[in-house]
């Protein structure tokens, strides 16, 4: 966290600490939130971080299947998030009745179900993965069973080339990672030819055979902080460059552009403001609400997930709160 100089961000800083809050934020957040915020990471670290705090409020600066996460592991607490409305193409192209639908007809899939989903169709889900343990997953999923990977079908093609394993794949696709192209890649590369490429797994195929390293937002800071190259090439959400600009400095990060527009920010990541985001510690508004059954059914493939293997999980950590 950077020591805040505006009055906003120090307002912010005071409800905090009345509240007993913590601050979770994604890597795609705006930069003023990235710097006021607790903890700053991808999918998997949020999630640890949500399933080990001690504070009495969280307020979770992503997207809404990321605060309903946070809530389902901590069902006692309160969780906030600064837009409500902060959605993800994944999530919307997966809806749980057409998933429970497609498993009534094949009883044997053991689903893998990316975190970017809703509650309720982690709740259908044997096991919850993110881009950074998406292999890890896939390896430890039961060997005798069928695997279907919902709903990021980008991802899960590269899990199937990581991992050797068939996967039946739901066809959802992430608006963001999906504009970049084989052959605007290729233009940038030429541009800049020592400069390694780094792809987030949501790209294409096209693009990621191009890529010297495919791994989630968090991956991408390490790769990045060791590798030698004094400049690379990011394809991925517009704010992890500033994430990036921060952990690596002196190094130079150019953005992968697309062919034909300006289209590598997330306009869900992007809802959230700093007034956003003192409202809801302010106001305690809005809130993350799921039914008890949901939370329920949802809280075993996350626990499994996090438990780092895919065997049933044991305990969970909300309990007693
Ligand atoms: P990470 O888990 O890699 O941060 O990715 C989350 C996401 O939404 C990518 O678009
Ligand atoms: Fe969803 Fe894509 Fe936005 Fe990530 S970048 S939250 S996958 S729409």
Known sequence: MIVPTDSLSQEILDLKRARRAVILAHNYQVREIQEIADYVGDSLGLSQQAAATSAEVIVFCGVHFMAETAKILN??????????????????????????????????????????????????SDVICTSGNAVQMALAAPPDRELLFVPDENLGQWVMEQTGRPMTLWRGNCYVHVEWTHAAITRIRREHPDAPL??????????????????????????????????????????????LRRECPGKTFIPAPTDHCACNECRFMKMNTLEKLRNCLRDLSPQVTLPDDVMARARQPILRMLSGAGAPAVSTPAEGQ
């Open 75 to 124: 069902p006692n607490k309160v969780v906030v998030l600064p837009d409500k409305d902060a959605g993800c193409s994944l999530e919307e192209s997966c809806p749980a009745d057409r998933l429970a639908a497609l498993q009534a007809t094949r009883p044997d899939f053991y689903t893998i179900a990316y975190i970017n989903c809703s509650a309720a169709v982690k709740a259908l």
């Open 198 to 243: 780094v792809a987030h797994p949501e790209c294409t195929k096209a693009v990621r055979m191009l890529a010297d390293e495919v791994c989630s937002t968090e991956k991408m800071v390490r790769y990045c902080k060791t590798s030698p190259a004094p400049a690379l090439i990011i394809a991925t959400e517009a704010g992890m460059l500033h994430r």
